[in-house]
Structures are given as structure tokens and as C-alpha cells.
């Protein structure tokens, strides 16, 4: 009885089945062709990247079975979990393996893909953070951390900026929490610059 | 001139890729060609027999037959030609398949490509004129270079079927790293007692000439009449004096050993006169100069001298002996090197002292080793956790791509005796186990049922535990888990892999062969020919040709001594007519040809002229190339061949008007 | 090579939360005769983010910054942050790796009228005092005795991985070295290039804390009194969420978080505000005895 009654209110059960017609390998081969993600298909998936990664202990699918999703073309999965946005960019991974995929830059072309496709985990601040990051530094050429911090807040979680306080005051005690908006002298050609060069 | 090309399909290996059809319509058209055929396997026998039935209805004086590599099937259809009662040097190949057919993937232009090919070949077939092959006696005896167990079983091989052997041996015993070992996989007998019969065997036997502690310096000549110069080391003992009764070592002026002993790995010390380890073959001791105070001062006592005086067999004089000897055939068993565990700082060897090299867990499980078989930790406890880390060295870009083949199992025979001795808790950290042998999976069971573990994931990281136990944590991701590891262990074993001697190449050039991409020396073909080199005469066994365990060198090291038994017994060789000759009319005598010679095949003679050894000559074309007044020449290698050849391949570029493509070799 | 001028990058994080390291670096450069000329109009360096949106802008905006030092004349640029350090070199071993990102950057520094990418060689500052300065030449310089006590050297993830040459990839020393010049110990510091966990104090921030715990713990267990870091954002995360890491694991870790340019800086004589002694936020009490406003006497080493 009372296992029947766990099985029955257990919040959330999850298939781990994969039928081959939700594989895209099409777009595996398109991914091991973009610049950084090459030799994809050479992983021996020895978790060597999982096994240096610090954050993969928090990772939904550690970097090995990204790169197994990926392989596989299992293009929802790899681009709608939290992992490749937990990737703090150490690169560890990166010089660690054996085959010497470099999985760092596989997990930014993952970002941008589903940022693209909007396929991210909504709700989660980082890609909050590198959106936000994206706008002040494309209008101004440099990013100010204060209204960085400010705007990210704002556009995630508005209640973090309670538990911000106590830090922020410790910065600006020590000169080290500038409200100046940093911007550059030229950024009028930065834009042209970067105008209609946009591809993810 | 009556040509007939003859296009091999190599199954699909050529065909898939050419329009065969094609290929021999246009031969067919082609100038002095009298017929063209295709055939799915040219160097079948009805292939064979295809060509020589052609050869007698249709007349044909030459025949050209575009298939494989020349290394693979020149001699076949030269052969095949010869039967016909043709001229064999009037055969010429083209190599379709490894410069056109397995290197492109566009049909049609590698199509294109095949009939430039052919074209050339065609044109050039007509220069060919016949030549003969000389035969010379070869040399009965055999040199063995390296005394491991691939060296001792085919010097043993050789001299039971009554062929003088000469094993030489760089360090001052024969064994190599099995008589390191402790057990040997799967079956758990005992290393030294399988090998040492066999060393004693070596020093016994009539038929070797044992010098240890030599080197070959030295190699000319060619196949079956091989000169070879081998330097003898001093090792400041007379070995025909010594008797091996170790006294010498008992009365060194050092009374407790102090140098580390490279055959323990530098796990213990020895003096400076030593013996390597008790069943070394010779029994005969050795002084290192580096460490014997006589060497450093002059100023010894020399007990030793005093404890030796009836036998008087220690010589602080002795000088290197360079002897020179001629064999008919060469056996290269000189082995590996095992990989060096610090080459990869995060598993901390030679940082923190209780991370080891697998080999160094043979030593210490080795009931002659510096613990007396007891597995110990640097401080002398037992410990209670072992993390067997796979894969060093081994399938990492970072170091060497290939599998070293022999750690999957070295590291089960160490996970069971050293659970088997300390009780202690194994932990196999692997990425994936490859125990393909006969007997291997049962032994791969045998240990997972003995409890060691067996962690799916590549260590990817060793450091000490943070409570300051002085554990060490292997960790990994547990990838059949998917969960990260963090094992706290005792004693960390590196499974390091194999690779090439570190002088492998200055040795592949001594005897002028080669080496594959890793390093390795290279076989002649990977599996119709893996005992012989490109240089004929000169056979490979055991771990310098590739990773390998003791059944498959032991094998091998059979099949060299049977490849090596062949060449001699047959008591000639036949060599090649490629050789280079002076025209002496033409020679104007100015000797720009005599230093290039790389194997010293041509003299000066008769006031002003130079000769060519025809026996000596390997035909390499330098002395061709590099003769100003063009007075050499080479057979098989006329003026008029390559220039014919050459105007036949870029014909079709001379016609079209545009620009002349390269292609293949050229 | 006394009076070098080396081409400065300083990156955003200088203009804020990092603003000691640019003081610290700028008056050791100075004590050592060395001049940092500041880019003109430099801009982000895109950092990790702008790299999660879009590869092209983020590549532009770097080579950017090269090609502006290239016009300006610069052979070598310095930045003393990680990111910057990391953005900068990438972008050349892209441009240099694949014709198609190669071409893309051509082409849009040459609408900003700016020159393609030529050598211009990306340097950090460590680099430069351990290879061009050399410890000895420091060691000679210094005029204070180290009062303090072990230092932890902590390199971080970018400086080293995966384009550095600023030192050795696995096992980094050149921070080790130059601080042991003038007689500062330093301890075996096993996580000296695991990662602080860059933004994610500020997205994630449970995680970020626990990984600056674990770098901060494992310094204290060492023995070391203070950490010393080569990246602006290192420092930020270790200095600035102590309190906070003291509250959530009821452990009384108080670390002064210091660049090394500070500790070199002070050997050679500088004073805590042209330090930037006094922007620390944890370890106040040891700074104060380490670093002290008036140094009663001045001791020369030579």
C-alpha cells in the first residue's frame, strides 16, 4: 500500500526511452562542422570532460552525454538542459580530452543554437545574464557591472536584488562599485561594425 | 610493339571507384597496345593465366597491368610473365589503387586520372629492355639484436635447427621487462620460472654467441651477406673468469647498498658493483663506473681485487672490444619503453609518493623484489585501497593515439594479486576493458567475481584527500552511473602504456628501415608480411614492431626465426637488376659519385674511372642523379624510360592547352 | 629593457569591482621603470556571455581591440584579466584556424576603417614580470621584508587554458616563483587552476558560493593566511561572498583575496592606496597587520 502510494503521488516521472525517428543526425553532422566543434565523433566517452568539469556534479547531463546527445542528434535534449549554461568556461574539459574535442566551445555553439531557438530552460538566469550582457555591451562598447547586475536582476528574479544589497554596499564602501555608464568614444562605428554581421 | 594492359578490379577496391570499362576502351586505343582486358582479380590464378595465354596467342612482347602496389604483386606477375617465356623486366605496373582509386572520391576524375596513368606506363614499357637477376651465396649465421623474451626465442629457434646465432644484448643480462614481471596473465605462472629455463638455455647453447651489455654500431652490406660491427661495453669484470659467486659484491667497500637499482625501478639500492638480479644471464657481475669509488678516485681499497684474487677476474682496466661479424639475416627484437607516468601532472606520479607505474607494482608483488613480495606504501603500511588507473599513455592525443593492447589485462592480473596479497579494496578506473585472448574474458570474470570494482570513466583527476588523511582521490565521472566519483585510496597504480624505444629511430636508420606513425618499427605488410621489413634479409619480433603480450611476441618471434631460417637455408639470394652501371666511355673521372653513395658501392678504378659494385648497389639513383656528364645510368630507371613515361602522363595536358596538372607521385 | 612600453588593455572589470588591480598593476609597472600606454577607445572584450550569442560580434568585438592596437602601433598588448586574456587570443587562433572566420573579421574591421588582424602578441602580466622582468631582477628591487605569512597562489581557469602561454598549462608556478623572489612563502595549493565559477555567484549562486568554499577551504587547510590571483574576477568571487560563506557553513574563514601585483607591488615599496590595499573587503584585520599605513622602517634587502 504504501509503495503503491509513492508510485502514485510522485511528482514527476520522466520516459528514458528514445525511439530513432527523435534523432536527428543531420543535424549532429552539422554541428561537428562548425568551427570548435569538430571531431565530435571521435569521443570515446570516457568522462574524462565530467570527471575535470567542477560543475558537473550540478549538471542535469554531465558534458560526456552532451556530447553523446549531440552525437546522436538528440537536438532537444542537448539544447534544452541546464548544463551547457552551468558551463562556466574553464575549458578544463577542453585540455583534458583525450581526443581533444574541444567541448567548451561545442557547449557556447549549444548556447547560441538555443538561445536561437529559443530552447532554453526558462527561468534560469544565466542566459538572462548573457542577454543582458549582449544589449549594454552592443550599445555602449563596454559592459558596466552595476547596471549589468542590475538588469539582470530585474529581468529574472527582482527579489535577488534584496539579497544583492549587503555585497553591493561592501563594493561601493571600497570605491569599487561604479554607477558610471562606461562607454566608448566610437561607438557609432562599433555598431557599423557589428550591424548586419550578426550569425549565431 | 605488341603491349597488353591488363586493369585489375581488386574486388570493388578499384572498380568502385573507376570506370574499368572505360579505362580499357582507352587503353585499347592507345598507340602499340594490342588488346586490353579487365579481370576482378588480376593476381588470381586465372588472372594469372589470363595473361600468360595472351602472351603466347597474341605475340605480346610487353605487358602492363594497372592494379595494386608494385611492394604487393610486382613479383607475381614478373612471374607470371617469366612463365610465358617472356622477359619479366618487360612487366610494368601501375599502381591504381593506392594513387588513384582508395585516395579520390570524384569517379570521373579518378577515371581520367587512371588513363594518364596507364598512358604513361604504356609509353614507357616500350624502353624496358631485359635484364637478368645475379644470385649470391648468403651467410649461414643469424644476429639476434636484443635479449628480451623475443630475442631469446628466436635465437633459441634458429640455433636448434643448427644455425650459429649471434644474440646481442644492450644491458648487462638477457630477460628484458618479463623477467621484471611477476606473474604473467591469464593463467598466473610465474614469470621467471617460464623465462629463466629458457636464458640458461641461450648461455648453454652451442650454437649462440651471447654478448651482453653490447651494442650494434655498425651495418653494411645487404641481404644474406650482412657486415655487422657490434661494440662490447666494459663492464670491468672478465666475463670468461667470473664465476658469479658474488663475493665481489659482499666485500665492496660500501657496506649497504646505495644506488638506485634501475632493474627494481630505483624501489631499492644496490652497489656499485652489482649483479642485475639473481637469475641474470651471464652469471657474471658488473661495476658501474659511475658509482665505483676506484672509477671516481682511484683511491679504493678494492676489496673486491683482494676477495677475487684466485680468479683475478676483476679488470678496472678493460676497454670497449669492437668486433665485427657477417651474417645472412638480422632478427630485430629490441622492444619498448614503458611510458613515464609524470608525463601527465594530474596523476600527480613523482609528486605524491604513493602513485606507481604498473611496473613498479611487479617489483614489489615480486617475491624477489625490494619488499620480498609485500604490496607496502612508501611508509611501510599495507594499504587498504588501490585505484589501478587505465589508460596512461594510451589513447590520449595528448600522448599516443593507439592502445597500448597489454594494460587492460596487466591491470587485472595486479588488481587480483594485490587483492590476493593485502586484501585490499581494487578499484579499476577503465574506459574500456579489451580481453579479446584465449582465456582473457574468463580471467576479466574471475576478478570482477573476486570483488575488485570496476569503474567505467577515465581517472580524470588525483589529488590528495582534503581531510588530511593522506589518502590520495582518483576521481571520475562513473559513466554507466552517470554520477562523478570521488574514490579515496591508498596507493594509486598507473596503467602505463608502451611506446618505441627512445632510440628507435636512430636504430630504424642503422638498419635502414622503417618506422610507422607511431613510432613503431614498421612491418612490411601489416598481415601477409608482418615479420619482415622493407629491407630484405631483416626480420622483427615482439614489442618494437607494436604493442604486444608474451603469447603474440613469442609467436612472432617464431615466425622471424622460420622467415630469417628460409633466407639462409636456401643458401642464395637472388638480387634485384635495379642497380646503377657506368657507362666508361663517359665518365669523365671527376668522383662527385663516390661520397653519395650511401652504401659504398662504388670505387675508382683503373686511373680515372668510377665502377659500381652491382652486389653493393641497392639502386637508390643518387650516384644518377648526381652525375654531371650523365655517365650513370640505372636499369629500369633509362633516360628514356622516366622521360617517356613522364610525356605520356601530362599528354593529355599538352593537348587540352591548359595548365599542366601534377598528378599522383610526380 | 628598463624604460618598456608596453599597449594596455584593461578591460571593464578595471573600472569597477577591479579597480585595485589596476592600481596595484600600474604602480608596480611603475617602480619597476616599466610605462602601460592605455588603448584608445578600447571595448569589451565580449567575455564569456557575448560568446553564448553570437560568435561573429563576439569575435568582432576583439579583434577590434586588436586592430586598434595595431593602428596605434602596439607589437604587444597587455590585459591583466583572464576573460580579456582568454577573448583576445581566441579570436587569433580562430582567425588563424578556420578561412571563414578569418574572413568575416577582414571584412567587418575593414567597414570600421581599421587594419586586418596582423601579430600583435596578447600578453598578461605575469608573463611579462616572470619572462621579461624575470624574478631576479625583482628580487633586487624589492626593498620591504615579508611580515606576513603563506600566500596561496591561485591561478584560475582562463589565464592557463586553453590558449595561455603565460604559463604552464596542468601545473602553473610563474606566480609561485615571483612571489618567493621577494620572500613571500607560498603553499602547495592543489586547486590553483579550478575554476571560481566566474558569473555564476551572480546567476546561480548557491553553486558559485560552494565553489569559492571549496578554493577558500582548501587554502586555509594548506596554511595559507591569503590568496593571491591574477584575474579580476577571481578575486571579486573569492573577496566579496566570505560573510556570506561564513553564514551558510558556519566556518570562520576570513582570507585577504590580494592580486599579486599587490604583494609585488609592496615589496618594491608602493603604499596601500596606490595598492589598492584598502578596496579588500575580507581579511581586513590581516591586511591591516601585513600592509600597515605607515611602515615604521623601510629595510633594504641589498
Known amino acids: ?200 | 610493339m605488341r603491349t597488353g594492359v591488363y586493369v585489375c578490379h581488386c574486388g570493388t577496391n578499384i572498380a568502385g571507384t573507376i570506370d574499368v570499362h572505360a579505362l580499357i576502351g582507352y587503353a585499347g586505343s592507345l598507340p602499340g597496345v594490342a588488346l586490353a582486358r579487365e579481370y576482378k582479380y588480376m593476381c588470381s590464378d586465372p588472372g594469372q593465366e589470363l595473361i600468360r595465354q595472351d602472351i603466347c596467342d597474341y605475340k605480346l612482347d610487353r605487358v602492363v597491368v594497372a592494379a595494386c602496389s608494385p611492394h604487393l604483386h610486382e613479383k607475381t606477375f614478373r612471374q607470371a610473365v617469366e612463365q610465358a617465356g617472356l622477359n619479366p623486366f618487360y612487366c610494368h605496373m601501375v599502381n591504381l589503387r593506392e594513387h588513384d582509386s582508395w585516395v579520390h572520391a570524384d569517379k570521373p576524375a579518378a577515371t581520367e586520372k587512371a588513363m594518364d596513368l596507364v598512358r604513361a606506363a604504356v609509353r614507357r614499357v616500350k624502353w624496358h629492355v631485359p635484364l637478368e637477376r645475379r644470385q649470391v651465396p648468403v651467410h649461414a649465421e643469424v644476429l639476434v639484436v636484443g635479449g628480451g623474451i623475443a630475442g631469446i626465442d628466436a635465437a633459441l629457434t634458429l640455433a636448434n635447427a643448427g644455425k650459429h646465432v649471434y644474440l646481442v644484448e644492450r644491458e648487462p643480462t638477457i630477460g628484458g621487462h618479463m623477467a621484471q614481471f611477476d606473474k604473467t596473465f591469464p593463467t598466473l605462472d610465474c614469470a621467471a620460472c617460464i623465462l629463466t629455463p629458457k636464458m640458461t638455455a641461450v648461455k648453454a647453447h652451442r650454437n649462440i654467441t651471447l654478448w651482453t651489455y653490447s651494442e650494434v654500431r655498425q651495418v653494411e652490406g645487404y641481404v644474406g651477406n650482412y657486415s655487422v660491427t657490434v661494440r662490447r661495453k666494459p663492464r670491468y669484470v672478465i666475463e670468461k673468469l667470473c664465476v658469479g659467486c658474488l663475493e665481489c659484491i659482499q666485500a665492496c667497500v660500501y657496506k649497504q647498498a646505495k644506488v638506485p637499482d634501475p632493474f627494481n625501478l630505483g624501489l631499492s639500492k644496490r652497489k656499485p658493483v652489482y649483479i642485475p638480479f639473481p637469475q641474470a644471464v651471464p652469471q657474471v657481475v658488473a661495476i658501474d663506473p659511475e658509482t665505483c669509488i676506484e672509477f671516481k678516485s682511484g683511491k679504493c681499497k678494492k676489496t673486491c681485487v683482494e676477495v677475487c684474487a684466485e680468479r683475478n677476474a676483476i679488470d678496472f682496466k678493460q676497454q670497449a672490444e669492437i668486433q665485427t661479424i657477417q651474417v645472412g639475416a638480422i632478427i630485430l627484437a629490441t622492444g619498448f619503453d614503458v611510458f613515464d607516468g609524470a608525463r601527465i601532472p594530474y596523476y600527480g606520479y613523482g609528486l605524491y609518493p604513493n602513485v606507481y607505474t604498473a611496473l613498479e607494482i611487479e617489483r614489489l608483488v615480486n617475491a624477489s623484489g625490494p619488499t620480498g613480495g609485500e604490496v607496502v606504501l612508501r611508509d611501510g603500511r599495507k594499504p587498504a585501497s588501490v585505484g589501478i588507473v587505465h589508460c596512461v599513455g594510451s589513447r590520449d592525443l595528448h600522448t599516443n593515439r593507439y592502445c597500448s593492447r597489454v594494460c587492460c589485462m596487466y591491470s587485472l592480473k595486479l588488481a587480483h594479486l594485490i587483492k590476493e596479497k593485502t586484501g585490499a579494496d581494487v578499484y579499476n578506473f577503465y574506459i574500456d576493458i579489451r580481453a579479446p585472448g584465449k582465456a582473457f574474458e574468463e580471467f576479466y570474470n574471475r576478478v570482477a567475481e573476486e570483488g575488485v570494482v570496476f569503474v567505467r570513466g577515465k581517472a580524470a583527476d588525483v589529488y590528495p584527500a582534503g581531510n588530511g588523511d593522506g589518502r590520495l582521490i582518483v576521481q571520475a565521472e562513473d559513466t554507466l552511473l552517470g554520477m562523478i566519483r570521488k574514490i579515496p585510496v591508498d596507493m594509486v597504480v598507473l596503467a602505463t602504456g608502451l611506446e618505441p624505444r627512445a632510440d628507435a629511430n636512430d636504430v630504424r636508420r642503422l638498419f635502414n628501415i622503417g618506422c610507422s606513425g607511431d613510432g613503431f618499427f614498421l612491418e612490411r605488410h601489416p598481415k601477409l608480411a608482418p615479420v619482415n621489413t622493407f629491407a630484405d634479409g631483416i626480420f622483427l619480433a615482439g614489442c618494437c614492431q607494436g604493442p604486444k603480450d608474451i603469447p603474440d611476441t613469442v609467436a612472432q618471434s617464431g615466425a622471424a626465426a622460420a622467415q630469417a631460417l628460409a633466407l639462409i637455408d636456401a643458401g642464395v639470394v637472388e638480387l634485384e637488376p635495379n642497380t646503377a652501371h657506368v657507362l666508361e666511355d663517359a665518365c669523365s673521372g671527376c668522383k662527385t659519385c663516390l661520397p653519395l653513395c650511401p652504401y659504398s658501392a662504388i670505387s675508382f678504378v683503373e686511373e680515372k674511372k668510377a665502377r659500381i659494385n652491382e652486389v653493393l648497389c641497392k639502386g637508390c639513383g643518387t650516384c644518377v642523379a648526381a652525375c654531371p656528364s650523365g655517365s650513370i645510368r640505372q636499369n629500369l630507371f633509362e633516360d628514356e624510360e622516366i622521360f617517356e613515361e613522364i610525356d605520356g602522363l601530362l599528354a593529355s595536358a599538352a593537348v587540352g592547352g591548359g595548365p599542366v596538372r601534377i598528378q599522383g607521385d610526380l | 629593457m628598463t624604460s618598456a612600453t608596453y599597449g594596455y588593455y584593461p578591460g571593464c572589470s578595471m573600472r569597477g569591482s577591479g579597480i585595485a588591480y589596476e592600481e596595484s598593476l600600474v604602480t608596480l609597472f611603475r617602480l619597476l621603470g616599466l610605462t602601460l600606454q592605455e588603448l584608445r577607445d578600447w571595448n569589451c572584450c565580449g567575455a564569456t556571455s557575448y560568446m553564448c550569442i553570437d560568435e561573429n560580434l563576439a569575435f568582432l568585438l576583439s579583434a577590434r581591440n586588436l586592430a586598434l592596437a595595431q593602428q596605434t602601433g602596439f607589437r604587444e598588448l597587455v590585459t591583466p584579466c583572464s576573460a580579456c586574456y582568454l577573448c583576445l587570443r581566441k579570436v587569433q587562433d580562430y582567425v588563424q584556424r578556420y578561412p571563414q572566420v578569418a574572413e568575416r573579421v577582414r571584412d567587418s574591421l575593414a567597414v570600421a576603417s581599421l587594419p586586418p588582424l596582423d601579430a600583435v602578441k596578447v600578453r598578461h602580466p605575469l608573463e611579462i614580470l616572470f619572462t621579461d622582468v624575470e624574478p631576479e631582477r625583482i628580487r633586487s628591487k624589492a626593498v620591504r621584508h615579508w611580515h606576513g605569512g603563506q600566500v596561496a597562489c591561485y591561478y584560475g581557469c582562463q589565464l592557463v587554458r586553453p590558449y595561455g602561454e603565460a604559463d604552464r598549462l596542468h601545473n602553473p608556478t610563474r606566480m609561485d616563483e615571483l612571489l618567493q623572489a621577494v620572500g613571500v612563502p607560498t603553499v602547495k595549493f592543489a586547486l590553483k587552476t579550478k575554476c571560481c565559477g566566474g558569473s555564476l555567484t551572480g546567476t546561480i549562486h548557491p553553486v558559485g558560493l560552494r565553489l569559492n568554499y571549496i578554493l577558500l577551504k582548501e587554502a586555509a587547510r594548506k596554511g595559507a593566511k591569503a590568496i593571491a590571483t591574477v584575474c579580476p574576477l577571481c578575486q571579486y568571487n573569492l573577496d566579496a561572498y566570505q560573510a556570506e560563506i561564513r553564514r551558510e557553513t558556519g566556518e570562520a574563514l576570513d582570507l585577504p583575496i590580494l592580486f599579486f601585483t599587490q604583494i609585488l607591488g609592496w615589496a618594491l615599496g608602493g603604499d596601500v592606496r596606490s595598492l589598492g590595499l584598502h578596496r579588500a573587503i575580507s581579511g581586513r584585520r590581516v591586511i591591516d597587520e601585513w600592509f600597515p599605513q605607515h611602515p615604521e622602517e623601510v629595510e633594504s634587502y641589498v
Request: with cysteine; net charge positive; hydrophobic share 40%.
Open chain 1, 1 to 200: 500500500m504504501k509503495a503503491l502510494r509513492a508510485f502514485w503521488f510522485r511528482p514527476e516521472m520522466r520516459r528514458k526511452m528514445k525511439f530513432q525517428r527523435e534523432a536527428d543526425p543531420e543535424w549532429a553532422q552539422q554541428v561537428a562542422q562548425r568551427p570548435g566543434c569538430e571531431g565530435l565523433f571521435s569521443c570515446l566517452q570516457c568522462g574524462t570532460c565530467s570527471g575535470t568539469c567542477p560543475l558537473s556534479i550540478y549538471m542535469d547531463f554531465a558534458p560526456r552525454r552532451i556530447i553523446g546527445l549531440v552525437r546522436e542528434g538528440f537536438r532537444e535534449d542537448a539544447l534544452g538542459c541546464q548544463t551547457i549554461w552551468l558551463c562556466a568556461s574553464c575549458y578544463a574539459c577542453a585540455v583534458h580530452c583525450p581526443r581533444q574535442i574541444r567541448i567548451t566551445d561545442v557547449m557556447y555553439s549549444l548556447k547560441r543554437e538555443a538561445l536561437q531557438y529559443k530552447l532554453y530552460p526558462r527561468r534560469f538566469p544565466i542566459p538572462v545574464l548573457a542577454q543582458e550582457f549582449y544589449g549594454i555591451v552592443s550599445d555602449r562598447g563596454r559592459s558596466s557591472e552595476f547596471w549589468l547586475v542590475l538588469r539582470m536582476a530585474l529581468h529574472s528574479n527582482p527579489l535577488q536584488l534584496l539579497t544583492l544589497i549587503g555585497t553591493g554596499w561592501r563594493l561601493f564602501r571600497t570605491g569599487r562599485l561604479s554607477l558610471h555608464k562606461e562607454q566608448i568614444e566610437h561607438v557609432k562605428e562599433l555598431q557599423a561594425e557589428l550591424a548586419g554581421r550578426r550569425g549565431t
